[in-house]
């Protein structure tokens, strides 16, 4: 079992920036898969990134493409999400996820595990 515990949301302007952090507590960290996704009000929960367990390779939404940036630091068991150039369309709550398998197009559906979520709102 993986606890999954997201901080650092918050209320930002627009064009500013916040960093997610979700710890991971249980079992050994650095063999999931991990993600954040979000959802905002009134709309389905979207994927916005993932990284493999090596923190070698990267996806992003295109969405979010170019002004998001996800990392890990498995000695921490901690994933990041660095979100800079923040419009009000990112306004959710953005939830950490971990699983072990890697389903690109179908990121859902490989995570076994979530976070609570934090809030993020930018304020045009």
């Known amino acids: 079992q993986v606890q999954l515990v997201e901080s650092g949301g918050g209320l930002v302007q627009a064009g500013g920036s916040l960093r997610l952090s979700c710890a991971a507590f249980?079992?050994?960290?650095?063999?999931?898969?991990s993600g954040w996704f979000r959802q905002a009000p009134g709309k389905e929960r979207e994927f916005v990134a993932a990284?493999?367990?090596?923190?070698?390779?990267?996806y992003y939404a295109d969405s979010v493409k170019g002004r998001f940036t996800i990392s890990r630091d498995n000695a921490k068991n901690t994933v990041y999400l660095q979100m800079n150039s923040l419009k009000p369309d990112d306004t959710a709550v953005y939830y950490c996820?971990?699983?072990?398998?890697?389903?690109?197009?179908?990121?859902?559906?490989?995570?076994?595990?979530w976070g609570k979520g934090t809030l993020v709102t930018v304020s045009s």
């Open positions: 996820a971990a699983g072990l398998h890697m389903l690109p197009g179908r990121w859902s559906s490989g995570m076994d595990y």
């Open positions: 249980g079992r050994t960290f650095n063999s999931y898969v």
């Open positions: 990284i493999n367990w090596s923190g070698s390779s990267t």
